[in-house]
């Protein structure tokens, strides 16, 4: 029988010396829906991001995504999922189409089905007429649909997005919302997403999960989560109240740093 879940984690934990990041989480993704994660700064969305990603290794529990585990099969992972980070991932001193045959080339895609697969990405992402134009001319709504357009060349299964529209004005950022919603619609793709934007997490989500201190503490869909806070109630109201009732001082120095430079260099 087919798996399930996109994503299926047990007792996830991480621990960084005596900090626990992230505290046996269970969380399940069902194929073709898109999930928000939603929390704090330092409420350990990133850590959970990077380990089913594979990029860090839980303390203990288990998780499985596109029906491999984590741990065991990290590779069998990797070739199932696409990855767009906060961090820039198009090399602006290459045009568009350049940087999608490098992406071409690191997936292994045979030669004969680079072009045609660049094509058929560039113009599902409204690039065609960019294509041969240098990134670093690109704005920044054009740069986020590009790294979209890198990481799902391969055609993944599930897609993990940092922050997807940190810095756009609405415009490019409705323009995305667009483009996440044609790939679940057109393509089946599962995508989970980190958001501190309540407007696009209501806009996108299906369901999401808010942590708070490592810990999950509410999962459901945006509307019956307005709703059980009662009539009125809006998607900032169930952030404050399910995220940790306050306002949260956190988030470090370097942490800061990243944001303002990814919101500066997509602005």
């Known amino acids: 029988m087919p798996d399930r879940f996109a994503i299926d984690t047990s007792e996830l934990t991480r621990q960084f010396g005596n900090l626990t990041a992230v505290d046996h989480i269970a969380l399940r993704v069902p194929y073709g829906e898109i999930f928000g994660l939603l929390g704090a700064n330092g409420a350990g969305k990133s850590t959970v991001i990077k380990m089913l990603t594979t990029l860090l ?20 992972v990797r070739r199932r999922i696409g990855y767009v980070s906060q961090l820039l991932s198009a090399d602006g001193a290459l045009t568009g189409y350049e940087n999608l045959r490098l992406s071409a080339k690191l997936y292994d895609i045979p030669a004969t089905e680079r072009k045609e697969r660049i094509e058929n990405a560039l113009e599902f992402m409204s690039l065609v007429d960019s294509a041969d ?11 986020r649909r590009l790294e979209l357009a890198q990481a799902m060349l391969h055609r993944p299964a599930i897609l993990f997005l940092d922050e997807p529209t940190i810095g756009l004005d609405p415009v490019a950022r409705h323009t995305v919302w667009d483009r996440l919603i044609d790939l679940r619609r057109n393509h089946g793709m599962t995508v989970l997403i980190t958001t501190h934007d309540m407007e696009e997490a209501e806009a996108l989500c299906d369901n999401l999960a808010i942590l708070h201190r490592g810990k999950i503490s509410v999962v459901g869909k945006p509307a019956e989560l307005r709703a059980g806070l009662g009539e009125g109630a ?3 109201d169930v952030f404050v109240h399910y995220a940790g009732g306050s306002i949260q001082e956190s988030g470090t120095f370097r942490e800061i740093v990243q944001n303002r430079r990814t919101a500066h260099r997509l602005g």
């Open 57 to 76: 290794s839980p303390t203990s529990g288990t998780a499985d995504v596109g029906g491999f585990d984590i741990i065991r099969s990290p590779a069998d």
């Open 133 to 143: 134009k240098l990134v670093r001319t690109y704005s920044g709504g054009m740069i």
């Open 234 to 236: 809006n998607m900032d």
